[in-house]
């Protein structure tokens, strides 16, 4: 029993010893986001003394706060409205008097946030990690100050995330000019809301009000939604969601934006080749064209670390910033802008400062669409193929000749599968359809390891399951040849 006191007494003391002012960190990670919070568990667990500084009051970052979390859980919540307004009674589920108690769904939404970042603050005391509240900035590269205290550090990796871009004639008053952040607090269901951006975030958050009751227009300047897609994909998807009820101004840009003094905003837009402008009034409008760095504040002038054009915080190849012991992963860095690519950075780092060789595949990071349906996909579409000068084939296999799918209703989309014309190697695939964000983990598997179309098809696939559809997808890339399509069993 003295044994064990004598090496909880030691453990605590090292920590408190290596915690203050004279002893420095083996590693401070500023910014306790998706990225920042996993490097910091990871590099405790590898034996690095460890500390975490986040200026917001509640770890998780953007995502668990005001982004990934919170609108997964009005996207579950408006779904389940919309399924007992328009679907159960399909099923014989006959609903009367089905009413929307916003107040409710917002603190259920709100309860799964605190749990979580409640939840991580737990596991920082369980991994040993330090917890600075506060704002960080760099006095010397080995040197931070949050709230007037010092903290020295062997190693310093930025993970300070991004903010939401703001057009300069519509500022966020986060009512009824509104951000992300906004549109997952609005006080009650608007009218008429138009969401300008026709990307990931505008999408679901426009999906949300849509199911709740508004009128949705959807303003975006390219001549297609979620422009990285493949084509074939984000045409179907703007078909579903048209179908949904959202309307759409393609190649249309929105020119000015003045607040109206009896409430709402009214948007003046025009085609992008030109044309007559038209001017609408809103209730709410969401701007969601993009994200930024975040690296106010930081003092990075001070140290030499240099950003980009976009502010981007820049990296070599192993996320150094050139400055000896200063690392940067994350949305303030290059790269898609996913919590899942902030998370795998942040264990990279953290496994490389440990004395190990951290890695990520970059052609391998899945992109998901939480809408209903959902949109998933991973690695190079048509379009990159071409571009490329890669010969390639193609397995398309549609949701509704899936069992599972067309048993419970839920048969829009496909899976398409993309393989080497030669050597049949899986080079990208694309879902749409009930559950894409999980069937797209087995794709995501099959480009990490170099799998061909035929690895996935002869794997077996239990049934009745939505996998079952990359399964056949699969076996019409495979047998695909000379440009002629494949064959599979149900379809």
Not at 58 to 69: P, R, S
Not at 229 to 241: M, N, P, R, W, Y
Not at 283 to 298: I, M, Q
Not at 372 to 378: I, L, R
Request: hydrophobic share 40%; glycine share 12%; proline share 3%.
């Amino acid at each position: 029993m003295f044994k064990h006191s004598l090496q909880r007494f030691n453990s605590t003391f090292s920590r408190r010893f290596y915690s203050s002012k004279h002893e420095p960190f083996d590693l401070v990670v500023v910014g306790g986001g998706p990225g920042g919070y996993v490097c910091s568990i990871a590099a405790a667990q590898k034996g690095l003394r460890t500390a975490c500084i986040e200026k917001r009051g509640a770890l998780g970052g953007t995502c668990l706060n005001v982004g990934c979390i919170p609108s997964k859980a009005l996207l579950h919540g408006s779904h389940l409205f919309h399924e007992a307004n328009h679907e159960m009674k399909d099923w014989g589920v006959v609903n009367s008097g089905v009413k929307l108690e916003l107040d409710q769904m917002m603190k259920k939404k709100s309860s799964a946030v605190t749990g979580l970042t409640s939840g991580i603050e737990h596991l920082f005391k369980k991994n040993g990690v330090t917890y600075f509240k506060g704002e960080g900035s760099f006095k010397d590269k080995n040197t931070l100050l949050v709230n007037g205290e010092e903290i020295k550090t062997k190693n310093t990796v930025i993970a300070t995330g991004s903010d939401p871009v703001e057009l300069p004639f519509l500022k966020f008053d986060e009512e009824t000019i509104v951000s992300s952040t906004g549109a997952l607090s609005l006080k009650q269901v608007p009218k008429k809301m138009a969401v300008v951006g026709g990307g990931v975030i505008g999408l679901e958050l426009g999906s949300v009000w849509s199911r709740l009751g508004a009128q949705v227009d959807v303003i975006e300047f390219a001549d297609q939604i979620c422009p990285t897609l493949d084509h074939e994909v984000s045409k179907t998807f703007k078909q579903i969601l048209t179908k949904q009820g959202l309307k759409f101004n393609m190649s249309t840009k929105v020119v000015s934006g003045e607040k109206n003094k009896n409430g709402g905003v009214t948007l003046t837009m025009e085609p992008v080749k030109g044309g007559a402008a038209k001017s609408v009034d809103y209730d709410v409008v969401l701007v969601s064209v993009g994200r930024k760095a975040y690296t106010s504040n930081l003092g990075l002038d001070k140290i030499g670390v240099k950003t980009d054009k976009l502010g981007r915080v820049e990296i070599d190849n192993h996320f150094s910033t050139g400055v000896e012991g200063v690392y940067a992963i994350g949305d303030v860095v290059r790269g898609p802008m996913l919590a899942h690519k902030a998370e795998d950075e942040g264990l990279a780092i953290a496994e490389t400062l440990a004395g190990g060789v951290g890695h990520i595949n970059y052609d391998a990071i899945p992109g998901v669409i939480y809408t209903a349906p959902e949109v998933a996909d991973v690695g190079m579409n048509e379009q990159t193929l071409k571009e490329k000068g890669i010969k390639y084939k193609v397995g398309k296999f549609p949701m509704m000749a899936n069992s599972r799918a067309r048993t419970i209703g839920r048969a829009d989309g496909f899976v398409k599968i993309l393989a080497d014309a030669e050597t049949d190697k899986v080079l990208g695939v694309h879902i749409i359809g009930e559950a894409a964000g999980e069937l797209i983990a087995e794709a995501s598997l099959a480009l990490e390891y170099g799998a061909s179309a035929e690895d996935l098809y002869r794997t077996v696939h239990a049934h009745p399951t939505f996998s079952e559809a990359i399964k056949e997808a699969a076996m019409l890339a495979s047998s695909s040849e000379g440009g002629k399509p494949g064959k599979c069993i149900h379809f």
